[in-house]
């Protein structure tokens, strides 16, 4: 017998002993009693109709690097990560949005440098994004950029270009991020991505 199913009888259970109280009992505060068993009886009972659903975390995108053939491989990937491990979507949106937690992504791998990019997803909080498209005073959003190369989220290297690639790709934007800057497991990691000095700082304004 599943849960589901004891919590129903249990429900059955209160809801029958309520009756019987209205029933046979004429005390008036043990009516009561019995008339709200009755009602926590029936909102138990409605509860357990509504179909239960597990609620399980997003699928890992496995990143296979014998499968990167070309840059489109990687933004393949990037664009599954973007989705499910990255948790990207949570707070970004790709075209404008009111209830946007965070800056709209669509277009960006157009407007920023992949050294910007990779810096605001591996240093967030370097620059703070205003967003200048609305009238009066940039508007703020109320979500703090993770660091998605540190735990939780903890995308590698390969990931975090991959997913530049898809933003560029998303974009309109050749791909500049190369299958040969990916680093193979076992051997020694290649020199980290330079920070540009300059960039768009137009749209950004310093931490």
Same mark, same amino acid.
């Given at each position: 017998?599943?849960?589901?199913?004891?919590?129903?009888?249990?429900?059955?259970?209160?809801?029958?002993?309520?009756?019987?109280?209205?029933?046979?009992?004429? *005390?008036?505060?043990?009516?009561?009693? /019995?008339?709200?068993?009755?009602?926590?009886?029936?909102?138990?009972?409605?509860?357990?109709?509504?179909?239960?659903?597990?609620?399980?975390?997003?699928?890992?995108?496995?990143?296979?690097?014998?499968?990167?053939?070309?840059? =489109?491989?990687?933004?393949?990937? /990037?664009?599954?990560?973007?989705?499910?491990?990255?948790?990207?979507?949570?707070?970004? =949106?790709?075209?404008?949005? &009111?209830? *946007?937690?965070?800056?709209?992504?669509?277009?960006?791998?157009?407007?920023?440098?992949?050294?910007?990019?990779? &810096?605001?997803? =591996?240093?967030?909080? *370097? !620059?703070? !994004?205003?967003? !200048?498209?609305? &009238?009066?005073?940039?508007?703020?959003?109320?979500?703090?950029?993770? !660091?998605? @190369?540190? @735990?939780?989220?903890?995308?590698?290297? @390969?990931?975090?270009?991959?997913?530049?690639?898809?933003?560029?790709?998303?974009?309109?934007?050749?791909?500049?991020?190369?299958?040969?800057?990916?680093?193979?497991?076992?051997?020694?990691?290649?020199?980290?991505?330079?920070?540009?000095?300059?960039?768009?700082?137009?749209?950004?304004? *310093?931490?």
């Amino acid at each position: 017998m599943s849960e589901v199913v004891k919590l129903q009888l249990i429900g059955l259970a209160v809801v029958g002993s309520g009756a019987l109280i209205l029933l046979l009992v004429r *005390a008036q505060f043990v009516r009561v009693i /019995g008339f709200v068993a009755i009602v926590l009886g029936l909102f138990t009972l409605t509860a357990l109709s509504v179909p239960q659903m597990a609620s399980l975390p997003p699928v890992e995108e496995k990143f296979d690097i014998a499968t990167v053939k070309t840059p =489109t491989d990687m933004a393949t990937i /990037g664009q599954k990560i973007f989705f499910s491990k990255g948790q990207c979507a949570l707070c970004h =949106t790709i075209g404008p949005s &009111e209830s *946007a937690r965070c800056p709209d992504l669509k277009g960006i791998g157009a407007k920023l440098s992949r050294e910007f990019l990779f &810096e605001s997803l =591996t240093q967030p909080q *370097a !620059y703070i !994004y205003l967003d !200048y498209r609305h &009238e009066g005073q940039p508007k703020e959003y109320p979500a703090r950029m993770p !660091y998605i @190369n540190k @735990n939780p989220i903890g995308l590698s290297k @390969n990931e975090i270009l991959s997913v530049i690639a898809f933003l560029q790709q998303m974009s309109g934007e050749p791909i500049s991020v190369s299958v040969a800057e990916l680093e193979v497991p076992g051997q020694a990691p290649a020199a980290p991505v330079k920070v540009a000095q300059s960039g768009p700082v137009a749209v950004a304004q *310093a931490h």
